[in-house]
């Protein structure tokens, strides 16, 4: 009979799961859609949280919940104290994984006989 391997506990702080932040805003007494409402927005503005990064929408979701957004999307957030003791959480702002606009070949192509082309008229 073979040993299961046991899973190594992470380190780092997991975000949490689309439907735990639901289940908390139900609770709470708001959902998605009557949080929009309330702040004016779209009726489907707030669902963007769980997709995307977007560091006002993530503000009001926790303020409804009463806690932090750095609590619920730590990897989002670079998060540390100043010298009072004070915890700051700061956004990350680039998306992990996806490429900046002159990082294709195709544009690093397009930069190269730009530059040619520069140098030729000069």
């Known amino acids: 009979m073979k040993a299961k391997k046991q899973k190594k506990a992470s380190l780092v702080a997991q975000d949490w799961h689309p439907a735990d932040i639901v289940a908390a ?11 929009s409402a309330h702040y004016g927005l779209a009726a489907t503005s707030l669902n963007n949280v769980n997709k995307i990064p977007w560091p006002k ?51 690093k192509k397009r930069n190269a006989k730009a530059r040619s082309n520069d140098r030729a008229l000069v």
């Open 25 to 35: 805003l139900r609770k709470a007494g708001w959902s998605f859609r009557r949080l």
């Open 57 to 107: 929408g993530e503000k009001r979701v926790a303020e409804a919940l009463g806690i932090q957004p750095w609590d619920i999307w730590p990897s989002r957030y670079a998060v540390s104290a100043d010298a009072d003791g004070t915890v700051i959480g700061v956004p990350n702002r680039g998306r992990p994984g996806r490429k900046k606009a002159n990082d294709t070949a195709s544009a």
